[in-house]
């Protein structure tokens, strides 16, 4: 099977940027998601990347593919106290009518 | 964006009886619906793919009898958790399957948290 790792915890201060990161370990996905989880509520999506891109950019989100590494990441321009919430990168399941992987989560705490 | 709505959002329930939560896609029709659970601080585990007109699909280790998916219509999944206990609490959460646009994209319901006592 396949496992979809993340750090735990960050925190950072408003205004910094933020960086999560994941690590995956199927090669085959052909998308890779980041999703944002506010207390209680479902999950948003925020951003994917196609797995044959190395960037992708969409306003304060900058995603970074590494797929020698399977590494994964998630840069968050600006950091407001309203992006506060676990995020989670997934990754799509070759063969499947497109079912996802979720890593683990992180938890983003902003301070003032 | 596509609006997936659940209904309840939260039932606390006696251990033994049956449980019956809705999904819905509200604009948009889903042959593809996806039931998910989500523990404490965890990941989403996907417990079964809800599929429109024919039989769910379950993940290796969830029990097809203990959780009962009907996808009667293109805007309608339920999940009934039969005979429930204690450690079915949980937060479930669906998500329906849009492949309209440029990605098929899963738009998440807001969960239902189930406490069983």
């Known amino acids: 099977g396949e496992d979809v790792e993340q750090s735990l915890f960050l925190s950072v201060r408003e205004g910094d940027s933020s960086v999560i990161n994941c690590t995956y370990t199927?090669?085959?996905?052909?998308?890779l998601y980041w999703y944002k989880q506010e207390p209680g509520a479902g999950l948003q999506l925020l951003t994917y990347?196609?797995?044959?891109?190395d960037m992708k950019q969409d306003q304060r989100l900058t995603v970074l593919l590494n797929k020698k590494d399977k590494h994964l990441s998630l840069r968050i321009a600006d950091t407001q106290t309203g992006d506060s919430a676990i995020y989670f990168c997934?990754?799509?399941?070759?063969?499947?009518?497109?079912?996802?992987?979720f890593g683990t989560g992180t938890r983003l705490q902003v301070t003032l | 964006g596509a609006v997936v709505s659940q209904h309840p959002s939260r039932v606390i329930c006696k251990s033994g009886t049956s449980v019956k939560i809705e999904c819905r896609s509200l604009?948009?029709?889903?042959?593809?619906m996806f039931w998910y659970r989500q523990f404490p601080k965890q990941s989403l585990m996907l417990m079964a793919t809800?599929?429109?007109?024919?039989?769910?699909?379950?993940e290796q280790g969830v029990e097809k009898d203990k959780f009962l998916i009907n996808h009667a219509s293109l805007t309608l999944s339920t999940l009934t958790v039969t005979s429930a206990h204690p450690e079915d609490s949980s937060f479930y959460i669906c998500?329906?399957?849009?492949?309209?646009?440029?990605?098929?994209?899963?738009?998440f319901g807001p969960g239902t948290r189930l406490t069983v006592l």
């Open positions: 998500s329906a399957l849009n492949k309209t646009g440029g990605i098929n994209e899963q738009f």
């Open positions: 199927d090669s085959s996905s052909t998308y």
């Open positions: 990347i196609f797995s044959n891109m």
């Open positions: 997934a990754e799509s399941i070759p063969g499947t009518a497109s079912k996802l992987t």
């Open positions: 604009d948009f029709q889903a042959t593809t």
């Open positions: 809800s599929n429109e007109g024919s039989k769910a699909t379950y």
